[in-house]
């Protein structure tokens, strides 16, 4: 689905690299966290994979049919007067779906009676799960987030990270994700990508607790 080889990153062009030999296999039906510290190039490297940036050298090489993107929660304008409705609708015409039902989009998410309600309105939960919606339809086979729970309260992450396994066990979605809500993301995860230094290897969630986080002091509760 997603395969990286010998990936170096840098802004000049040139050495120091702010991501060095990163190379990354993302299986068809995996669900896959890319974890690190801040500033260690995670996002970085989320900008390469959707094309916003390109490498110095090596490839990206993306084979899916369409790829659905749900960005980190952006500072929200309650004022603006959008509706749940007009997102989604603007959307899939973006997309150029021949018909859109609004009700059957955001029921995949659990929000079909908020299709009035405007997007300044709804709680940080509510419209993450609205953004997931949006970035479902067409039927992506590739589903690309960043840092999902940012702003959500614990029930909603929960019932974010439940949908997202669920959506990848039973319709064999591809998941790809920037994480750092690692009590979550470790039960749904099956590896995860390690960014450290601007190098990346891919371990189990496993590993991943007993290497870096119980070394460092932390806990994780799976």
Known sequence: MLDIDHLYFSYTGKEPWLLEDISLHVPKGSYIS???SNGSGKSTLLKLILGF????????????????YVPQMPSRDHA???????????????LR????S????????????????????????QHQKVLIARAL???PDLLVLDEPSTGVDIKSQREIYGE????????ALTVLAVEHNMEEAGKVSTGLYHVDGGR?????VSHYIEEYIKKEGGHVQL
């Open 34 to 36: 890319i974890v690190g």
């Open 53 to 68: 940036l390109s490498p110095v050298k090596g490839t990206i090489s993306v084979k899916a049919r369409r790829l659905g």
């Open 80 to 94: 603006f007067p959008i509706t749940v409705e007009e997102v989604i609708h603007s959307y899939g015409k973006l």
């Open 97 to 100: 779906l021949k018909s859109i």
């Open 102 to 125: 609004i009700r059957d989009t955001l029921a995949v998410t659990g929000m079909e009676d908020y299709a009035h309600e405007l997007m300044g309105n709804l709680s940080g939960g």
């Open 137 to 139: 339809m067409g039927s």
């Open 164 to 171: 997202l396994s669920r959506l990848n066990r039973e319709k």
């Open 200 to 204: 990346g290897h891919l371990c189990s």
